[in-house]
Structures are given as C-alpha cells and as structure tokens.
C-alpha cells in the first residue's frame, strides 16, 4: 500500500464532520452521521448525492472505505421493515464493509460547504441574507441584472440541464432567492420578500399560479444538479484535511 496515503478512523471522521456542519442544532427528518458502519480505517472517500445501489456498487468498484452522501437512508415516516431496495442496498454496504455517512440538512445550510452556498458561488450570485425554517433559504444578488431567459440558460450551463422555467422571458433578474432540492414550499415565503426570482430543485402544480400572481420567476433546476455541489465541497475538504483519496461519483438522474 502506498504509504503516503494518509488514514482516518471512522469516529475521528464522524466527529470531525458533526462538528464542521454543526449537526446538532439541526432538527431533520432523517439521522446525519453514520448511517451504516463499516471498516474502521479510512483511507478512500467516495461521494455521491444519493446512497442508491449504483452510487454504492461504484463506491465499491474503486475500493473505497466510505461513501458520503446526501441523501441516505431512514427517513421519517418511511416504512421500518429492512426489505426489497433498502435490503439490497444496506446487504451491500455490510457484505463489502463499507460505511455509510449521510448529511441533509446539515449539508443543505453550511455557509462554506453546503448545496446552497456551492450553487450560489458557481451561478455568480452574491449572499445577502437567509430566509425558511433554520435559515435554508438563501437570498443574493446576480451583480449585473439579466433577463429572465439569460439568467435561465446560465442555470442550464452551470448545472449541464435546462431548468423548468415559469415567468416574463424578459423580465430583468438581479435580486434572487434559493435553496436547493425539494424546496418548492419555499415559494410561499420568499413570494413576500423583494425578489425578482426563486430558484430551486423541484416545481410542484401551485407554482406556476404564484408565479404568475406575484410576478416573481421560478426555476425548477432540477433535484439531483442543484445538490451535486455540497458532498464535492465536503470531500474535497475531507481530503484536504485528512489527506485521504476521494472519488466523487456523479451518478446520472434526471430528477
């Protein structure tokens, strides 16, 4: 073995993780940490949005130690029983003891590492305030005002797909609300802010009529490419910080 490679210990690098997001002072609807153990050495790191049967098989094709994801397993409200995918998947993990740390929330809200700050940081806009339940809603300004289908086809260009997009083609954007995901709910409470348009993952059947009513453009990016950002900024800085060797595995989803 390569003996520059560097090596973690699994609860050096769950503590170390829990305190850089500040996982405590968040109330989610899944746990953030270590959702399946594994190997108690760390020396490769493999990131992914989700904990789905591809990200893992390709997590243990490159004989990675770990996978860090966004969206991992034992949500609430989801069905208890360990059967059908969730069996396959966590068998899986267990079988090539390989650990599994999920982070939701946490990675959605973190000013420097998070989903949100990454995709503000790569779409040009500058932070100016927060906004929804424990501030992950962001809010920031483009610094020269586009049109509507300018700043939509710089979305797509970012992001590598076109966004759904509802509003004036014309109307200028400058002030701009977001927060990656399943946020549409969002909508409602940004709606009142001074914004020019709300920008996040998903799109539900309300937002076409608020948008219109409220005259503020939404863009539906996409699940999967809006939340792509916080788990490479995290294990890139994992590597950095421990040295480890981290492979980020952009699993293709449309949603």
């Not at 609860?11 to 746990?31: A, K």
């Not at 760390?42 to 490159?62: E, P």
């Not at 200028?172 to 969002?186: L, N, S, V």
């Given at each position: ?63 990675a130690d770990a996978l ?122 940004a709606a009142t802010l ?62």
């Open positions: 073995m390569d003996s520059t490679i560097q090596v973690v210990t699994r609860t050096s690098l769950e503590n170390y993780i829990g305190q850089r997001l500040s996982v405590d002072r968040f109330r989610d609807y899944c746990p953030n940490g270590l959702q399946v153990e594994g190997r108690d050495e760390i020396r490769v790191l493999a990131t992914a949005v989700t904990a789905s049967l591809a990200a893992i098989n390709a997590a243990i094709d490159i004989g860090l994801v966004h969206h991992g397993f034992f949500w609430k409200n989801e069905a208890a029983p360990i059967v059908r995918t969730k069996k396959t998947r966590i068998a899986k993990l267990l079988a090539h003891d390989l650990n599994l740390f999920a982070y939701h929330l946490p990675l959605d809200a973190h000013a420097e590492l998070g989903n949100n700050a990454t995709l503000g940081a790569a779409l040009g806009i500058t932070p100016t305030g927060r906004f929804a339940e424990q501030d992950l809603g962001w809010l920031g300004e483009l610094p020269t005002p586009m049109s509507f289908a300018d700043f939509s086809q710089h979305v797509a260009a970012v992001l590598g797909r076109p966004p759904l997009a509802i509003g004036d083609v014309d109307k200028p954007i400058r002030r701009i609300a977001w927060c990656t995901g399943g946020a549409q709910g969002y909508f409602h409470e001074d914004i020019d348009c709300f920008l996040t993952g998903e799109a539900s059947e309300f937002v076409a009529h608020l948008s219109q009513e409220t005259g503020i453009a939404y863009l539906g990016a996409g699940h999967h490419a809006t939340e792509r950002g916080g788990v490479r900024a995290l294990g890139d800085h994992l590597g950095a910080t421990f040295g480890l060797i981290v492979h980020h595995l952009d699993i293709p989803n449309p949603v």
